[in-house]
């Protein structure tokens, strides 16, 4: 009876110190509030978080062993604003937003669109490109819809995407029964291999993926991608935009356009 | 896409980017989980009721947790705990402090389970040339449970190996992690990919729990200890 008890009062011991740990972590790093920006300068880095299968935006070039595409270069452009150097923390998708608001990171540069639901945990930069995304099937497949909605008769989790995407939320939306998966890569192997039947993907990131032999069947204009920092940091995110629009001013984001897609 | 590279450059190049950071983790959280685990273990035998308590209720919890959400909550949950190390390295102390503390419950079973297993008449006689509890147990008992301990440690040593994997989820370059760079720079090589981490991971579990373990447990056999 009495170990019952001690048994119960260790997990409740371990559980009020997580929320112990969770609500006065904030005050172990001191009292006075030292602006991120100020932080980031002091250190001399900024950790920009991305997932690195995502090309042309973002890939790890196992060549030359680093970063490349299209948000790498941006986000280039935001360190030399802060002079300070990048530090890449790469990981899930889905993983990143989270990774943010708990200040593992400081900046995301994954393609990530705008949309309500994340403005509501983070802040977004202004967008600085807008892609299409494509609903894709096998080659020879002879899958047709003429709206999204229309993906929701075919079978259960014969749809596949990205967690933590927008297209997952498109989904949702659309009352979709689909499967989803960490990476675009297991993915489209997924659909290749007759897992899934339909794949919802960006459109720029199936140039990688050319050698499957996939065909769009449907295109849905998407929400335009931004960069991403705290609510709570917007001296980082002044400098963020300020980096940016300085890059529509001169003409160095049509060069990157150019560059990447 | 460049040229597809052939397999075996694939493997030293897993090899030589993801594995000194898998091993790091694997060695760390192991040291971690080693003396947490003896002291539990110590606890559990010789601390009476009281302690004992304490000793088995981090296990049932600990053992009950996935390690990933472990792993989640050093980094994500409560990001401040490592407030004094550089921000860099705080997921990889997340990951040490999530294998550690897990691989502390399951070590704690295992020393528990080697002490026990040292004949009680042994501690009996060491009192009885006048040691001390503690005196007998340091050179009597702790020599012969661990060495009865290595055959189930390097079982140890094969779990978290394996569950070092999972820093991939928060960032950390390990071998499953640099394995999906790979693949996404090639996607056609996706499967073969994964056959050589497989492959990885197998060497470097198989050849240790067989040279360790099972030899071990030989050598234990010839000297009468232990049941094998």
Not at chain 1, 186 to 198: P, Y
Not at chain 2, 77 to 104: H, K
């Amino acid at each position: 009876m009495r170990k019952g008890i001690t048994a119960i009062v260790i997990i409740v011991c371990v559980v009020a110190g997580f929320a112990a740990g969770w609500l006065f972590s904030p005050f172990l790093t001191g009292v006075t509030r030292v602006s991120l920006v100020d932080q980031i300068k002091a250190r001399g880095y900024i950790i920009v978080g991305t997932s690195s299968d995502w090309p042309p935006f973002e890939i790890f070039n196992t060549t030359t062993q680093e970063f490349e595409g299209f948000d790498i270069d941006i986000s280039e452009l935001v360190a030399a604003e802060l002079n300070v150097t990048i530090q890449w923390s790469d990981m899930d998708f889905d993983s990143l937003v989270g990774a943010c608001t708990a200040g593992t990171i400081d900046m995301i540069a994954a393609a990530i669109m705008v949309t309500p639901k994340r403005a509501e945990e983070l802040a977004h930069s202004v967008p600085y490109i807008r892609v299409n995304e494509l609903i894709i099937v096998r080659g020879d497949s002879s899958i047709t819809i003429t709206k999204l909605e229309d993906l929701a008769a075919l079978p259960a989790k014969s749809v596949g995407c990205q967690s933590g995407t927008t297209q997952e939320e498109e989904l949702t939306d659309a009352n979709v029964d689909y499967a989803s998966y960490v990476s675009a890569l297991s993915m489209l192997t997924d659909l290749d291999a007759g897992g899934i039947d339909v794949a919802f993907i960006d459109e720029p990131v199936l140039g990688q993926y050319t050698a499957y032999g996939f065909k769009s069947i449907f295109i849905v204009p998407a929400e335009p991608t931004a960069l991403w920092c705290k609510w709570e940091e917007p001296e980082l995110m002044a400098a963020i935009n300020k980096a940016l629009l300085e890059a529509f001013k001169d003409g160095t984001m049509d060069t990157l356009i150019a560059k990447w897609f | 896409m460049v040229e597809t590279p052939d397999l075996p450059s694939i493997f030293f190049y897993i090899l030589v980017n993801g594995l000194p950071t898998t091993l790091l983790l694997t060695a760390l959280g192991l040291l971690g989980g080693f003396v947490l685990g003896l002291s539990l273990a110590i606890m559990r035998v010789y601390g009476g009721k009281d302690l004992g308590w304490i000793s088995s209720g981090y296990e049932k919890v600990l053992r009950g947790i996935p390690l990933l959400v472990l792993i989640y909550i050093f980094i994500f949950g409560i990001p401040g705990i490592f407030w004094f190390i550089d921000p860099l390295t705080r997921p990889l102390f997340g990951v040490i402090l999530a294998l550690g503390l897990r691989s502390g419950a399951y070590q704690s079973q295992l020393f528990r389970g080697a002490i026990l297993s040292v004949d009680p008449g042994q501690m009996i006689a060491a009192r009885a040339l006048g040691m001390s509890q503690f005196q007998a147990f340091r050179h009597i008992v702790l020599p012969q449970a661990l060495r009865l301990a290595i055959p189930s440690w390097s079982n140890e040593y094969a779990v978290v190996i394996k569950d070092s994997s999972y820093a991939y989820a928060v960032g950390i370059i390990e071998t499953l992690k640099v394995a999906f760079r790979v693949s996404a720079n090639y996607p056609l090589l996706w499967a073969p990919t994964m056959g050589v981490v497989a492959i990885i991971y197998f060497i470097f579990t198989y050849p240790i729990t067989r040279m360790i373990g099972e030899r071990q447990t030989k050598k234990l056999k010839k000297l009468g200890m232990g049941g094998g």
